[in-house]
């Protein structure tokens, strides 16, 4: 599988910015594709994900409320819309995807390690 990210870019704090990720490849019928990042010094956190048939969704508590992860069934496309910007936002954003939609709900779990991540797309938040 193979995953093109796009998005991210500088904003001020309180502002939005939008994040989009295309799967392709070999896709079968249920799997996961979510979010981490990695702020500079530090370890990678789950951000959000969303599986596949359901579109069950899940959010780390640092984002909930900010944050709306949805996706596009005909596209294969996860998109992360990201509202209330602040500072602790600023981190390299990675796209995943996992054939195994229960990590959705492991959260930043050492085995919730998703099997294909994207190249990841900067966001800066400036205060």
């Known amino acids: 599988v193979q995953l093109q990210a796009s998005g991210g870019g500088l904003v001020q704090a309180g502002g939005s910015l939008g994040l989009s990720c295309t799967a392709s490849?070999?896709?079968?019928?249920?799997?996961?594709m979510g979010w981490f990042r990695q702020a500079p010094g530090k370890g990678r956190s789950f951000v959000a994900a969303i599986t596949w048939p359901g579109g069950s969704t899940y959010y780390a508590d640092s984002v909930k409320g900010r944050f709306t992860i949805s996706r596009d069934n005909a596209k294969d496309t996860v998109y992360l819309q990201m509202n209330s910007l602040n500072a602790e936002d600023t981190a390299v954003h990675y796209c995943?995807?996992?054939?195994?939609?229960?990590?959705?709900?492991?959260?930043?779990?050492?085995?919730?390690?998703?099997?294909?991540w994207g190249q990841g797309t900067q966001v800066t938040v400036s205060s």
């Open positions: 490849g070999r896709i079968f019928s249920t799997y996961v």
């Open positions: 995943t995807f996992d054939n195994n939609p229960r990590k959705a709900a492991w959260g930043s779990r050492p085995t919730a390690s998703y099997d294909f």
